[in-house]
């Protein structure tokens, strides 16, 4: 609608509301914490919640430079446990910050039409 403007104001409805991206979303969605910020002093300080998808608990950390290109979260594996499976049509990075333990990758061969 528009508005008259009143002294140096600008004409219109200057009023607008960015909408969440679909990652934001689907963040939300995984009812974990979400840390949002320009960085984190120590990961291990981050408060996790139980992440069901995953199997284990967990938080995101959304940071101010990644300019909505990278994903980042935090996992803890249960002492002993594991993790559930998960499946990527990228690739994924890990960091592992305290303890050790082992991981498996499995690959689904590919057809090639030659």
Known sequence: ?????????????LHSKRLPTAYETFMEEQGIPLFRGLALYDVRQQALAPWKRMGGRGAFIHLDSMEDLWGMYLVEVPAGGVLNPERHIYEE??????????????????????
């Open 93 to 114: 990075v890990f960091l592992v910050i305290e303890g050790h333990g082992t991981t498996e990758v499995w690959r689904k061969s590919a057809k090639r039409s030659e």
């Open 1 to 13: 609608m528009y508005q008259e403007p009143v002294g140096h104001e600008m004409a219109g409805n």
